[in-house]
């Protein structure tokens, strides 16, 4: 299976991090084969919705690091979203190149699998509530199958994750998806 692992965090070994690896450890040791696109250190313009990728052959208007991300969307069989919560969402990292899934967004109907992965340093899961609706709905509208979410609550850095199960139950997710 092709697995395309976004990631939105700019901190290079924080939480999110420690997530994605541990999911990648377990989807590699399953034989997936894993591409990661980590879009905090990527260009990605955000979408102006001006329809040129609709309304002609030419794709986008903005010729940036989304053409990198393209080609291994469309051909993922899954697509895994992993996130900081730092005020109720997706961060705007990560938002800015699902928002551009636009583009492709006739080609991207069916036949995937999904999975969000979170942490926040909120105890309480009303910070991600907006962020698991905006999946769910995508999810839906896309028609894609939803193969696992880890919430990492009450995990304001890394010391505070590595006392939880969450790391494991990214690996867990990584190995079964």
Known sequence: MKILVITGSAHKNGTTALLTEQFIKGAEE??????????????VHPCIACEKCHNTDTGCAFK?????LNPVLLTADAVVFVTPIYYYAMNAQIRTVIDRFYANDSALHGNKKTALMITMADDTMES???????????????EWEIAGTVIGVDCVDVDALKKTDYPEKAYELGKNI
């Not at 399953?30 to 260009?43: C, G, I, P």
């Not at 940036?64 to 990198?68: I, K, L, V």
């Not at 905006?134 to 896309?142: A, D, E, Q, T, V």
């Open 30 to 43: 399953a034989r997936h084969e894993v591409f990661r696109f980590d879009s905090a250190f990527k260009k």
């Open 64 to 68: 940036d690091d989304m053409e990198e």
């Open 128 to 142: 991600a509530e907006g962020a698991v609706a905006s999946f769910r709905g995508m999810s839906n509208f896309l």
